[in-house]
């Protein structure tokens, strides 16, 4: 959990004036050293035993204080009488003054266990190569869970398909899909208490086998000539109709924990992968009524489409599957049409994630899938991926945000995940069927007295997180925050985290682009916002030098700069000058790249890429933005016949690199890395120290990426010169001058 700026605006007008917007973002599974209950002396594992506030209900934290009769809440400032003597206060006392902003984790012995089911959606009317990346996507995921999860694999095409796992022999349950006036129940064909997954452990072999017998549409009779068709009978409508049907049969069997019964048999989650390689055009909600029913609202443009199927079933089974707590992952494997705009909303709802996979010569779908879960799954030291860079995963979350009074947390829907879910009594509670390592949400923070914030007293804020882990059960994070005043915007700026405001910006510009705005409109208002904060910025320290001048009898400075420079703290101003480029690359990448997507047909790749570009920021953390839109550059240079790691991060044009004297560089684009030798560099130059920081940088990765080799004047160096953000358009340099010349603009307007 962290904060836009560390200095919080005073009140109102000092945060229109700072012009850096004003918000917590919470990283659930954030991967910072947590304070655990040990270094409190917590024993109980019982959060009822816990000493929390009798007014607010906060939990402890290092910036309690303490007085002889108790101890005295930093949120609401309730003096509470009682400290149980489970809780050792001269081990809080100690920590409150060596830690800033540190989170609690407490283990939770919760009396029901789930079991979590990973069900495989597999798309066979796809054409024999993407079929096959399918299958070794599966076997990679089986490979990859622990022994004790659970599989079910479902077969998509005209009808429903679901692998009896259980036998030795893999046969197929075929489901009929029905005319919407004809209701086929599901329960009746499964079982009402049979589970639709198997345990990995005792049925391997078999799940294998299904796998290998997965068959194509060809073989089931359609003729060979449409095996390659966009278009080939896939009813997702229909079979994730009937999947609803069958959690909620599932879910009224496994009642809640209640007093009368503590300990309720094992509630089953699921999470579906969906392997897609074409859109829905088979059943309820295909593509032709959508499109019929886009064409006679009026619209006619892909912007438009998207949003008139905001009233599609999709979007229903979306919001059940995350009221059911169940999530869905999308991999759409296919460089053709396939309708994302429809499918995302099965994802952005549950917590899920969408990946595109359009290079099926070079498909890293089944490295992925191997990777990521290993990362999620392995609780043991049995895999080769280190602990502190492990995945992990959150069901059944809960999050509670609670601030000063003086402060008031607010959702807005356009920053943030769909899958957010706000408790309809308590509004400062929200639920979330699903989270991993890299979820961000996002909340402003809205000043509730005219008179702003106490000038002596810290604000504090905290965000207590419940959640099942498959890796340690149920647990508790609390994560408490505790900041000092900004009494004017300098203070405000010199305070301000460059990757969580950048990552607050670009996911409401993304999110506005998807609900209301064009893409054309969406740059302009990222550009307008660094106007403006520029001409604040200048307009300060006008002021500022208007009054030194005064008292020197000099004449202030009219001159208007656009690099920070007069920012007192020279790291400070390196960060800021960074904001700026990282708007530039962002203006100029593959986010904002769609130049005729207002006016695109709705059925084309274009409105795939759009779709998923714009929905990506429900999974990236500020890191993963930051190098997809300004890549971070690594220069090595020749000392004694070996490479050095000379400096890290640059500005990322041709120029710069040619004049920065360096043997070796290596940019992290955040999607692949690329190492460009220069001419003249020894013949072991992708070896030492280069070799051992690409590792580094791979395993720090969720997801498998591509390293690319290159040398300078040779084939494939258009891959390095490539990454060179700022020499695209006019070019950064051009750019930004003309960003100095709008707010010279403003300021004679006045």
Same mark, same amino acid.
């Given at each position: 959990?962290?904060?836009?700026?560390?200095?919080?605006?005073?009140?109102?007008?000092?945060?229109?004036?700072?012009?850096?917007?004003?918000?917590?973002?919470?990283?659930?599974?954030?991967?910072?050293?947590?304070?655990?209950?040990s270094?409190?002396? *917590?024993?109980?594992?019982?959060?009822?035993?816990?000493?929390?506030?009798?007014?607010?209900?906060?939990?402890?934290s290092?910036?309690?204080?303490?007085?002889?009769?108790?101890?005295?809440c930093?949120?609401?400032?309730?003096?509470?009488?009682?400290?149980?003597?489970?809780?050792?206060?001269?081990?809080?006392?100690?920590?409150?003054?060596?830690?800033?902003?540190?989170?609690?984790?407490?283990?939770?012995?919760?009396?029901?266990?789930?079991?979590?089911?990973?069900?495989?959606v597999?798309?066979?009317?796809? !054409?024999?190569?993407?079929?096959?990346?399918?299958?070794?996507?599966?076997?990679?995921? *089986?490979?990859?869970?622990?022994?004790?999860?659970?599989?079910? &694999? *479902?077969?998509?095409? !005209?009808?429903?398909?679901?692998? !009896?796992?259980?036998?030795?022999?893999?046969?197929?349950?075929? &489901?009929?899909?029905?005319p919407?006036?004809? =209701?086929i129940?599901?329960?009746?064909?499964?079982g009402?208490?049979?589970?639709?997954?198997?345990?990995?452990?005792?049925?391997e072999?078999?799940? /294998?086998?299904?796998?290998?017998? +997965?068959?194509?549409?060809?073989?089931?009779?359609?003729?060979?000539?449409?095996?390659?068709? *966009?278009?080939?009978?896939?009813?997702?409508?229909?079979?994730?109709?009937?999947?609803?049907?069958?959690?909620?049969?599932?879910?009224?069997?496994?009642?809640?924990?209640?007093?009368?019964?503590?300990?309720?048999?094992?509630?089953?989650?699921?999470?579906?992968?969906?392997?897609?390689?074409?859109?829905?055009?088979?059943?309820?909600?295909?593509?032709?009524?959508?499109?019929?029913?886009?064409?006679?609202?009026?619209?006619?443009t892909?912007?438009?489409?998207?949003?008139?199927?905001?009233?599609?079933?999709? %979007?229903?089974?979306?919001?059940?599957?995350?009221?059911?707590?169940?999530?869905?992952?999308?991999? &759409?494997?296919?460089?053709?049409?396939?309708?994302l705009?429809?499918?995302?909303?099965?994802?952005?709802?549950?917590?899920?994630?969408?990946?595109?996979?359009?290079?099926?010569?070079?498909?890293?779908?089944?490295?992925?899938?191997?990777?990521f879960?290993?990362?999620?799954?392995?609780?043991?030291?049995?895999?080769?991926?280190?602990?502190?860079?492990?995945?992990?995963?959150?069901?059944?979350g809960?999050?509670?945000?609670?601030?000063?009074?003086?402060?008031?947390?607010?959702n807005?829907?356009?920053?943030?995940?769909?899958?957010? +879910?706000?408790? %309809?009594?308590?509004?400062?509670?929200?639920?979330?069927?699903?989270?991993?390592?890299?979820?961000?949400?996002?909340?402003?923070?809205?000043?509730?007295?005219?008179?702003?914030?106490?000038?002596?007293?810290?604000?504090?804020?905290?965000?207590?997180?419940?959640?099942?882990?498959?890796?340690?059960?149920?647990?508790?994070?609390?994560?408490?925050?505790?900041?000092k005043?900004?009494?004017?915007?300098?203070?405000?700026?010199?305070?301000?985290g +460059?990757?969580?405001?950048?990552?607050?910006?670009?996911?409401?510009?993304?999110?506005? &682009?998807?609900?209301?705005?064009?893409?054309?409109?969406?740059?302009?208002?990222?550009?307008?916002?660094?106007?403006?904060?520029?001409?604040?910025?200048?307009?300060?320290?006008?002021?500022?030098?208007?009054?030194?001048?005064?008292?020197?009898?000099?004449?202030?400075?009219?001159?208007?700069?656009?690099?920070?420079?007069?920012?007192?703290?020279?790291?400070?101003?390196?960060?800021?000058?960074l904001?700026?480029?990282?708007?530039?690359?962002?203006?100029?990448s593959?986010?904002?790249?769609?130049?005729?997507?207002?006016?695109?047909?709705?059925?084309?790749?274009?409105?795939?890429?759009?779709?998923?570009? /714009?929905?990506?920021?429900?999974?990236?953390?500020?890191?993963?933005?930051?190098?997809?839109?300004?890549?971070?550059?690594?220069?090595?240079?020749?000392?004694?016949?070996?490479?050095?790691?000379?400096?890290?991060?640059?500005?990322?044009?041709?120029?710069?690199?040619?004049?920065?004297?360096?043997?070796?560089?290596?940019?992290?684009?955040?999607?692949?890395?690329?190492?460009?030798? =220069?001419?003249?560099?020894?013949?072991?130059?992708?070896?030492?120290?280069? %070799?051992?920081?690409?590792?580094?940088?791979?395993?720090?990765?969720?997801?498998?990426?591509?390293?690319?080799?290159?040398?300078?004047?040779?084939?494939?160096?258009?891959?390095?010169?490539?990454?060179?953000v700022?020499?695209?358009?006019?070019?950064?340099?051009?750019?930004i001058?003309?960003?100095?010349?709008?707010?010279?603009?403003?300021?004679?307007?006045?």
């Amino acid at each position: 959990t962290t904060l836009t700026t560390i200095r919080l605006p005073i009140d109102k007008d000092t945060k229109e004036l700072a012009g850096i917007p004003f918000a917590v973002l919470v990283s659930p599974l954030s991967k910072y050293s947590p304070l655990t209950s040990s270094d409190l002396h *917590v024993s109980s594992t019982n959060p009822s035993h816990f000493p929390r506030c009798a007014s607010c209900m906060a939990y402890p934290s290092p910036f309690v204080t303490f007085n002889p009769s108790g101890w005295t809440c930093p949120l609401c400032s309730e003096n509470n009488t009682t400290i149980p003597s489970r809780w050792s206060t001269p081990t809080l006392r100690e920590k409150a003054t060596e830690l800033i902003a540190p989170y609690i984790e407490f283990p939770l012995n919760e009396p029901q266990s789930l079991r979590i089911c990973y069900l495989a959606v597999v798309d066979i009317t796809s !054409d024999a190569r993407t079929l096959e990346i399918i299958k070794e996507s599966l076997s990679a995921l *089986v490979k990859s869970l622990n022994p004790s999860s659970f599989v079910a &694999i *479902v077969l998509l095409s !005209d009808e429903m398909g679901i692998f !009896d796992l259980k036998s030795s022999i893999p046969h197929v349950r075929h &489901i009929p899909f029905l005319p919407p006036d004809e =209701r086929i129940d599901i329960t009746d064909i499964i079982g009402p208490d049979s589970h639709i997954g198997v345990e990995i452990g005792l049925h391997e072999m078999n799940i /294998m086998l299904a796998i290998e017998s +997965i068959p194509s549409f060809a073989h089931l009779g359609v003729k060979p000539e449409y095996e390659e068709t *966009v278009f080939n009978k896939r009813g997702y409508g229909p079979l994730h109709s009937l999947l609803l049907q069958y959690f909620n049969s599932q879910n009224s069997s496994n009642p809640s924990p209640t007093p009368q019964n503590p300990n309720p048999p094992t509630k089953n989650l699921y999470k579906i992968i969906n392997f897609i390689s074409g859109p829905p055009d088979y059943g309820i909600g295909n593509i032709h009524e959508v499109n019929n029913d886009i064409s006679s609202s009026g619209s006619s443009t892909a912007l438009e489409g998207i949003r008139t199927a905001e009233d599609s079933i999709y %979007k229903y089974i979306g919001k059940e599957y995350g009221r059911l707590g169940i999530t869905a992952d999308q991999y &759409i494997i296919s460089s053709r049409y396939c309708s994302l705009f429809l499918y995302k909303y099965l994802s952005t709802f549950s917590g899920g994630i969408i990946k595109i996979y359009d290079d099926l010569e070079n498909c890293l779908l089944p490295q992925d899938i191997y990777r990521f879960n290993t990362k999620t799954n392995s609780s043991n030291n049995e895999t080769t991926i280190q602990d502190d860079s492990m995945e992990d995963e959150a069901w059944q979350g809960m999050l509670r945000v609670r601030t000063s009074k003086h402060l008031e947390p607010f959702n807005n829907r356009k920053g943030t995940h769909g899958a957010l +879910i706000q408790d %309809k009594v308590y509004p400062n509670i929200y639920t979330t069927p699903f989270a991993r390592t890299g979820t961000v949400y996002t909340f402003d923070l809205v000043h509730t007295r005219r008179q702003g914030l106490p000038k002596r007293k810290p604000t504090t804020l905290q965000v207590a997180w419940k959640y099942y882990s498959p890796k340690k059960g149920w647990n508790l994070r609390v994560c408490t925050i505790q900041s000092k005043m900004g009494d004017n915007r300098e203070q405000v700026w010199l305070g301000t985290g +460059i990757g969580e405001t950048f990552y607050v910006i670009v996911n409401k510009v993304c999110r506005s &682009i998807l609900s209301e705005c064009s893409v054309a409109e969406g740059k302009d208002s990222i550009r307008n916002w660094l106007t403006l904060l520029l001409y604040n910025y200048n307009d300060h320290y006008f002021w500022v030098s208007r009054n030194k001048s005064r008292r020197s009898n000099t004449a202030p400075s009219p001159s208007v700069d656009v690099t920070w420079d007069r920012i007192e703290s020279t790291d400070k101003q390196k960060e800021l000058q960074l904001l700026n480029r990282m708007v530039f690359g962002f203006l100029h990448s593959k986010f904002l790249s769609f130049s005729d997507s207002d006016s695109a047909p709705l059925q084309s790749e274009t409105t795939d890429e759009l779709v998923y570009y /714009m929905t990506m920021m429900g999974h990236l953390d500020y890191a993963e933005l930051k190098n997809l839109v300004y890549p971070t550059c690594y220069t090595f240079k020749e000392v004694d016949n070996k490479l050095e790691l000379d400096q890290i991060g640059m500005g990322l044009s041709k120029k710069n690199v040619v004049d920065s004297g360096g043997a070796v560089f290596l940019v992290d684009g955040g999607e692949d890395i690329v190492v460009m030798g =220069r001419k003249g560099v020894g013949a072991g130059w992708k070896g030492g120290k280069v %070799k051992e920081m690409v590792g580094k940088l791979k395993e720090g990765k969720r997801w498998v990426v591509r390293v690319w080799w290159v040398k300078e004047g040779e084939e494939g160096e258009e891959r390095f010169w490539g990454k060179m953000v700022e020499d695209k358009g006019e070019g950064y340099d051009a750019w930004i001058e003309g960003v100095g010349k709008e707010v010279l603009e403003m300021k004679t307007v006045g």
